[in-house]
């Protein structure tokens, strides 16, 4: 079993940053695609942003290109999520997550994921 804990969220306002973070345990993720979504009440969950198994590739949301940027430390085993000039419309709950296919990972299907952590951000 593959437990992913997100922490980092919180309450900004527009034009700040925040830095989520994503732990993973149970098992090596070294192998993993892991990757963000974020989902507000109501709506579908949204694709935010991937990464592979290296680091060297990422893959993001038109929505967050050139604002957001995912890392990923595989000694670690944490995904990081560094969010600039955020947006009202970026508030959602952010969910981590983590499968051996991106494909997977890409439609919102991933085999694990975390339980979610609040970004508010105020006009």
């Known amino acids: 079993q593959v437990q992913l804990v997100e922490s980092g969220g919180g309450l900004v306002q527009a034009g700040d940053s925040l830095r989520l973070s994503c732990a993973a345990s149970?098992?090596?993720?070294?192998?993993?695609?892991m990757g963000w979504f974020r989902q507000t009440p109501g709506k579908e969950r949204e694709f935010v942003a991937a990464i592979n198994w290296s680091g060297h590739s990422t893959y993001y949301a038109d929505s967050v290109k050139g604002r957001f940027t995912i890392s990923r430390t595989n000694a670690k085993n944490t995904v990081y999520l560094q969010m600039n000039s955020l947006k009202p419309e970026d508030t959602a709950v952010h969910y981590c997550?983590?499968?051996?296919?991106?494909?997977?990972?890409?439609?919102?299907?991933?085999?694990?994921w975390g339980q979610g952590t609040q970004v508010t951000v105020s006009s």
């Open positions: 997550a983590a499968d051996e296919s991106f494909g997977r990972l890409r439609r919102g299907v991933s085999n694990y």
């Open positions: 149970g098992r090596t993720f070294s192998s993993y695609y």
